[in-house]
């Protein structure tokens, strides 16, 4: 059974840092791209970064310099460090698996459509 468990959320306030966790099961993330998506209420589900299986990286320009993605292929789990939040930051964030031979080795803007496994998100509230 594949799963993927988001933790490390909460409430900090402006300027603050969080790390996100997502432990995954069932496969191993060497083997795919995993990212982090982000979505407030009213608005889209977003892109945050991108980690691909040669380890490149990308991210949304409005946390670029302010959070990175990383992964630890050993332990299977992915990660989000995020610095210097604002409250724009606040929104459910959900990291997720993709499988395509595209998303496999590319790290241009992120769909979530791409990806396949998801995980149930967990909460990020930045306050002023």
């Known amino acids: 059974q594949v799963q993927l468990v988001e933790s490390g959320g909460g409430s900090v306030q402006t300027g603050g840092s969080l790390r996100l966790s997502c432990a995954v099961s069932?496969?191993?993330?060497?083997?795919?791209?995993m990212a982090w998506f982000r979505q407030a209420p009213g608005k889209e589900r977003e892109g945050v970064a991108v980690?691909?299986?040669?380890?490149?990286?990308n991210y949304a320009d409005s946390v670029k310099g302010r959070f990175t993605i990383s992964k630890d292929n050993a332990k299977n789990t992915l990660d989000l460090q995020m610095n210097s939040l604002k409250p724009d930051d606040t929104a459910m964030y959900y990291c997720?698996?993709?499988?395509?031979?595209?998303?496999?080795?590319?790290?241009?803007?992120?769909?979530?459509?791409?990806?396949?496994?998801w995980g149930q998100g967990t909460q990020v509230t930045v306050s002023s």
């Open positions: 997720a698996a993709s499988w395509s031979s595209y998303r496999r080795r590319n790290i241009g803007p992120l769909d979530p459509d791409e990806y396949q496994y």
């Open positions: 069932g496969y191993s993330i060497s083997f795919y791209s």
């Open positions: 980690i691909v299986i040669d380890g490149r990286t």
